[in-house]
C-alpha cells in the first residue's frame, strides 16, 4: 500500500510526545511490512524541510500554529499527485479536515480529543480555537472508517456523534525487547517516584507536588524525579519554592531514552495525573520495567493502569486519596514487588509489533473494499 499519513508533529519535533512515538513506531513497521509510507507534517525553526526517519519519507511545511493552512496548500502542490491507497489523518491537537481537500480514500485516527480540557492548557482565545475546531469533527468525518487507540477515546467520539460501528479500537505498544525489569532487580535507595512527560498544565504534575509536600509533613522523605520538558516548567519551580520542597524535587528536563529505562527500572513508583490521556503509555512503559503506577482514574489512563493489579487509580484532582495511594506504596514493599510482576505480565500483552499488525490489517481490509 502507498500510504500518506498527517500530523501537526513527527517524531523529531521537539514539542513531540506519546501520538508522535505511536506514529513512528506503528509506521515505521508498515515500512519494514513493505509499505510506502509518507507523512506531511509540521517543521520548525532550523529543521530540514524533507527526510527520511526509519523509511517513512517525511515532508514538513508550516509550522506549530500555521499548519492547519500549511497543510492543504503543500498537499495540493506536492502530493495530490500521488496515487495514496489510503490517507490517515492522525488527529492529534486539532483535526485538519482532510476530507475537504483530499479525494483519497481516508481514515481517522484519534488519541484523544480535548474538549474543555483545553481549558486548563491554553488561554482562553488558543482553548475557545480548540474547543470549535473539534465541534466539526461528527460531521466532516460521518462515514469515515476510524481508529480509536482506547476505549476511553472510542467513548468520547460516540459521545459526540460517530457511530460505533465505524470505530476499531487498536491499543498502542511498546518495545518489551527494551522495556524489561533491572537484571538485579535494583532500585534507588531513597523512596523515588518518577514523573516522566511533557510538563503541560493539563498533565496536572502540581497534584504530585501537592503530594510530596504532604508527604514530607507526615515525615515521609521521598524524591520527586520529573523527566521532561515544557512550558509549565516555571510555574512548577515556583510552586516547589513556594511549598518549601525544592530539595525533593529534581528537574531533570529531557532525558535520554537510556536513561529514561533506568528512571523507569530503579524508581519505586511511576505517577501520572492527568485529565485525559489517549492512552498513557508511559504507564505501560513502567509495568513493563516492573515499576507499579499510580495514576488519575482518567479517560485512558483507567485502560493502562489496572487499579489494585498494575498500580493504583484515584479520583483526579483528590489530592488527600493521591498523598494516600503513594504513601501507602512506598510503605509496603510486597505490594510494589507483586504490582511490578504482575505489570510485567500485563503490558506483555501489547506491542507495537501487534499494533503495526492491526493496523495493516484494518487497512488493507478498507482498501480492499
Not at 201 to 217: C, F, G, M, S
Amino acid at each position: 500500500m502507498r500510504i500518506l499519513v498527517v500530523n501537526w508533529l513527527d517524531r523529531e519535533n521537539p514539542l513531540a510526545g506519546g501520538a508522535e512515538i505511536h506514529l513512528h513506531e506503528t509506521f515505521s513497521r508498515m515500512v519494514q511490512l513493505g509499505h510506502k509510507v509518507t507523512l506531511l507534517t509540521s517543521g520548525w525553526s532550523g529543521c530540514a524541510a524533507r527526510v527520511d526517519l526509519d523509511g517513512i519519507d517525511i515532508h514538513r511545511t508550516g509550522a506549530r500554529y500555521t499548519f492547519l493552512f500549511a497543510a492543504a496548500a503543500y498537499y495540493l502542490r506536492h502530493l495530490s499527485r500521488e496515487s495514496f491507497d489510503v490517507v490517515v489523518e492522525d488527529l492529534n491537537k486539532v483535526p485538519l479536515f482532510t476530507p475537504c481537500w483530499t479525494r483519497s480514500r481516508i481514515v481517522l485516527l484519534v488519541h484523544h480529543l480535548f474538549g474543555l480540557t483545553a481549558f486548563e492548557e491554553a488561554r482562553i482565545p488558543i482553548a475557545s480555537a480548540t474547543w470549535l475546531l473539534e465541534r466539526p469533527i461528527p460531521w466532516i468525518f460521518a462515514n469515515t472508517p476510524t481508529i480509536a487507540v482506547s476505549e476511553s477515546t472510542k467513548k468520547d467520539l460516540v459521545k459526540r456523534g460517530l457511530h460505533p460501528e465505524q470505530i476499531k479500537v487498536i491499543p498502542n505498544g511498546i518495545d518489551l525487547d527494551w522495556y524489561t525489569p533491572h537484571p538485579n532487580h535494583a532500585r534507588s535507595a531513597d523512596p523515588t517516584v518518577l514523573y516522566l512527560g511533557r510538563l503541560k498544565k493539563y498533565k496536572r504534575v502540581d497534584l504530585l507536588l501537592h503530594a510530596i509536600d504532604k508527604l514530607a509533613q507526615q515525615g515521609v522523605e521521598v524524591t520527586l524525579k520529573i523527566a521532561g520538558t515544557g512550558d509549565d516548567l516555571r510555574r512548577l519551580e515556583s510552586l516547589c519554592i513556594k511549598l518549601g520542597i525544592s530539595n525533593q524535587v529534581d528537574f531533570m528536563g529531557y532525558v535520554s531514552e537510556e536513561r529514561k529505562l533506568e528512571l523507569l527500572r530503579t524508581c519505586w513508583l511511576h505517577a501520572l495525573t492527568s485529565s485525559k490521556e489517549g492512552w498513557g503509555i508511559s504507564c505501560l512503559e513502567s509495568s513493563a520495567c516492573g515499576t507499579p503506577t499510580v495514576a488519575s482514574d482518567s479517560p485512558g489512563l483507567r485502560e493502562s493502569v489496572v487499579s489494585g493489579e498494575t498500580g493504583l487509580l484515584v479520583p483526579h484532582g483528590d489530592q488527600q486519596k493521591l498523598t494516600l495511594a503513594i504513601g501507602s506504596l512506598l510503605s509496603d514493599h510486597q505490594a510494589r514487588k507483586e504490582m511490578g510482576r504482575r505489570g510485567r505480565r500485563f503490558a506483555e500483552r501489547y506491542s507495537w509489533d501487534n499494533s503495526a499488525r492491526a493496523m495493516e490489517d484494518f487497512l488493507t481490509r478498507l482498501v480492499a473494499q
